[in-house]
């Protein structure tokens, strides 16, 4: 399709609406379907995308939250990635499961063998409740009465 030809384009289709997918921004701020809101506190952490990420845009080190709200293969292989890079690497859903949304494709096996092998930690059920700076909120969100979790945690249970 080119500026010339659009209308003969456009005839032959004969559609009512045309959505035109141009290439969107990932954002970083979090802001998500579910609750049409940005991260709170997002502003005051050090919160990238993923794509940004996958493409070296950014270097990041030290202990790294990784949040996926897709369910696919984004957020995982991002994780991955950060692991093998020699980060300490957790990856937080509010789904059942990590990368449900590949089951169907077969992906998931091996989305799971990436992510034990790197020894990301996986929490589920959880969503961020808050950022603030260094600090990670998060919260059951099956049980949200529940004291609220700290990513800060170590993996036996302790504030790190």
């Given at each position: 399709?080119?500026?010339?030809n ?10 009512d609406?045309?959505?035109?997918a141009?290439g ?8 998500q ?5 940005a ?7 050090h919160?990238?995308t ?10 990041l080190s ?6 996926d ?5 984004a957020a ?6 950060l ?14 499961m ?8 077969v992906?998931l096996?091996?989305?799971?063998t ?8 996986m929490?589920?059920?959880?969503a961020v ?15 949200p009465?529940?004291?609220p ?12």
């Amino acid at each position: 399709m080119t500026a010339e030809n659009i209308d003969d384009v456009l005839a032959d289709v004969r559609s009512d609406h045309i959505a035109v997918a141009s290439g969107a921004r990932y954002r970083r701020d979090g802001f998500q379907g579910q609750t049409g809101k940005a991260l709170p506190g997002w502003e005051t952490g050090h919160c990238v995308t993923w794509d940004e990420v996958a493409l070296d845009r950014v270097k990041l080190s030290g202990d790294v939250l990784v949040v996926d709200e897709m369910a696919d293969v984004a957020a995982p292989l991002t994780a991955v990635k950060l692991a093998k890079l020699g980060m300490r690497v957790k990856l937080l859903t509010k789904w059942p499961m990590i990368g449900w949304e590949t089951v169907a494709e077969v992906y998931l096996h091996w989305i799971l063998t990436y992510l034990y092998e790197a020894d990301v930690e996986m929490i589920t059920d959880h969503a961020v409740k808050k950022i603030d700076r260094t600090e990670v909120e998060i919260v059951n969100i099956y049980q949200p009465s529940r004291a609220p979790y700290h990513s800060r945690r170590d993996r036996d249970g302790n504030v790190a």
